[in-house]
């Protein structure tokens, strides 16, 4: 490790996410390579964006080919990269999805879709749910249900708008009514229905949420749930927004994981995995109907908007997907991932749960399954050890939340191989920090 690298990264950066002391400095497939020429086994994707991997010379040349082409223009003029994405993602999108905007960002990608719901719905409350993230933008913030340094910190806390209502998540493993979520008769959604009926107004203009929850730790609705918070908005006369930006573009098996339970959105956010990762981009699609109101308002827009080069990449991207059928792989290894997880499962007491759809799945620290308190100690640990043994993954650890997730989402090139790697090095982490915390 190049120590001056570090010292000089700590002097002129601001230290988001407080970054590991390792320096990456290349990255080929599904590994990623330290300055030292360590090799680590990436299954984080970075944050859930690198669907292809690291260093697709096809995707990358696409890219190279837009760049001598044209990169900057703005979304005052159109451009044929542009409109091609558009029919893509209407093409793939659930049915009655028809119309496209563009952006930079998921956190960018969510702040339009709620501000495209108040002005189609001319006003009302956001609900969204406990444990969710939408990103780090004002309205995104706002509607994000995990408590993040702007809604912990009183001096900008204040910044986040009002109107926004939070409840309870469907997180089986924890349920919030204590109850078996076998025969709980989805009681958080009964709560969800009794608090907009307690509000005297009843005006909500939408309820947003993830199909499967990510950052909170891998949550995956019971059966019936997606379905019934569509009838819920229905009978409110209310929009659904499914934010698909961790879950989007295969991540789950699906090309959109909404089509697991077959419940369609009235707007429907995508981002990360759009590009692969290679070039910043997201994408809201929405109704006609939807559209054509928002058409000609300067309600929201970057630079970027529209921008040629992202259009491309996602173009690419897409492309590469489906012909290579990587959402079938999602699904098929990810099953085998689920699998695998569920055997360590078995021969640990600190793995209280494990859940996920497709190459989206999460393994829960406790300190034993029958509290099922959760394992911070062993948490920041297990995370770090198997970093040092050449894995990636992320760590999603939040005490006033009560759990510890270690969440795996890795490119969807991912083979039954590479997860036999993923699960050794696991096993051995936590043999590794149970020797040294006592826990096994």
């Not at 029958?370 to 939040?398: C, I």
Request: glycine share 8%; charged share 20%; with cysteine.
């Amino acid at each position: 490790m190049n120590n001056t690298v570090i010292a000089e990264d700590k002097a002129y950066n601001m230290q988001v996410y407080s970054p590991e002391e390792i320096i990456f400095k290349q990255a080929d497939g599904m590994y990623l390579i330290d300055d030292q020429g360590k090799k680590y086994l990436d299954f984080s994707a970075q944050f859930s964006a690198c669907s292809l991997g690291h260093n697709n010379k096809e995707l990358i040349d696409a890219i190279s080919s837009q760049m001598k082409k044209i990169v900057s223009v703005t979304s005052m003029f159109v451009t044929q990269e542009r409109v091609q994405l558009a029919k893509t993602l209407t093409d793939l999108a659930p049915y009655g999805l028809t119309k496209v905007l563009m952006g930079c960002t998921g956190s960018d990608a969510n702040e339009f879709a709620l501000k495209t719901a108040k002005y189609y719905k001319g006003g009302g409350k956001i609900i969204s749910f406990w444990r969710g993230f939408h990103g780090s933008t004002a309205g995104s913030a706002a509607a994000t249900g995990k408590s993040e340094t702007i809604q912990e910190n009183p001096h900008i806390a204040e910044l986040l708008p009002r109107g926004f209502l939070h409840t309870s998540p469907p997180y089986c493993y924890r349920c919030d009514f204590g109850k078996n979520p076998h025969h709980c008769e989805l009681q958080c959604l009964k709560y969800l229905e009794q608090q907009i009926l307690n509000d005297s107004s009843n005006n909500v203009a939408a309820i947003i949420t993830e199909p499967v929850f990510a950052a909170g730790g891998v949550i995956v609705p019971p059966n019936g749930y997606l379905k019934e918070l569509r009838r819920i908005c229905d009978r409110f006369n209310a929009l659904l927004i499914f934010d698909e930006v961790v879950t989007g573009i295969g991540r789950t098996g699906a090309m959109f994981a909404c089509e697991h339970w077959e419940v369609i959105p009235d707007i429907l956010v995508t981002g990360k995995a759009l590009t692969g990762g290679y070039v910043p981009g997201s994408a809201v699609i929405t109704t006609k109907e939807i559209g054509d109101v928002m058409d000609k308002l300067t309600l929201h827009g970057h630079t970027h908007s529209f921008y040629p080069l992202m259009c491309t990449a996602a173009s690419k991207n897409l492309e590469i997907i489906q012909r290579d059928g990587l959402v079938e792989n999602s699904r098929i290894v990810g099953a085998y991932l689920n699998k695998r997880l569920k055997e360590l499962q078995t021969k640990y007491d600190v793995i209280g749960d494990v859940r996920g759809m497709g190459l989206l799945q999460g393994f829960e620290l406790v300190k034993n399954k029958k509290t099922k308190q959760a394992n911070f100690e062993l948490g920041d640990m297990l995370f770090k050890e198997m970093l040092k043994k050449g894995l990636v993954t992320e760590l999603e650890s939040r005490k006033n939340l009560n759990n510890v997730v270690i969440v795996l989402h890795p490119p969807l090139i991912t083979s039954k191989k590479d997860v036999d790697r993923c699960i050794q090095i696991i096993d051995a982490s936590i043999e590794a920090c149970s020797t040294n915390i006592h826990y096994k």
